[in-house]
């Protein structure tokens, strides 16, 4: 039973990435809810407020991403550290949804994997004005480093410690799923 | 006489935008330098580790963009505050740098240029840990506000205060060219 729907934004474009991968362990992790358009935020062209502002202008990428933001109960935002920050490409997804309202409300996880022994956590500390600004609940924050050690030979990670971990914040993006849904219920506040 | 070459990053796309306009006053105030290239951040794709590891596979505005940064002595970034961040797009400009070690050593002016009463500030923290790993020297922060009523009918700066800020800028901008070419030069250390 498949009962929320999670919108996935990956910030790295990598074949084989890590980032990738982790969504996808959310997305096996979590079994009531379904990750969606995860490969979204890597089509999206460079936010330009002239085409935002024009509709009928919104190249493929950009009205998916607006409708799937819209009707997802939820995200889990995957993002590589660039630079001591993070990836260009997952601000510039978060710049496309300023003018929709799109995450006002929602549940919200933030994963970073890495290759290195440290890495993701500076990725981590510049959204969070981005993200309270949309109007997203932070849920979990999650850092995955050594990725290429913790992954089998398909790109999957299969460490126990990071799948416990993942586990643990996907538990608490339901409950958070559930609370919120419990919240919007008509009759209470 | 123009000695300096300044490689112009715009972080925005918009049409008559005011950092666009800022870069142009910058442009306009150095009597010794030049700002070249300010459109190649908002014609490089998404920033893909795949592309960046495959150099026969580079978009021109890649490799332009990448060669201008060699070449530049110095560097002015002009980012939009976006959901109370810098604009992806900016980012986005740094992390196509990082596998070059396209700004070590560069003089770099940070400004920001907002329509509302306040706006800008908010985008500079979060560059500085990426231009610090970028190896650029900070030379100068420039936050201007209320944009709209501080340029003329054809989109420039002339608001004086506007104009005083930006000249003391890139004279700071200037001075640290200077410096960094004497360090350069043979036998100076």
Redesign the interface.
Known sequence: MTEWTVLGICG????GSYNAALLDLVDGLSEGARVVGADLA?R?P?????VENDERAWPDAVREFRARAEEAEGVVIATPE??????????????WL?GSGGLVGRPTLLVSASPGQAGGM?AH???M??L???GAILVDCVVVSRAGARTDASGRFTDPAVVDRVRLAVGELQEALGYAAHKRAPGVL
């Open positions: 790295s474009l990598r074949r890597g999206l460079l936010f330009d407020p002239d660039y630079a001591h920050g993070p990836a260009g490409v997952t601000k510039n997804a978060l710049d300023v500076r500390t510049p959204l004005p981005p309270t600004l949309l």
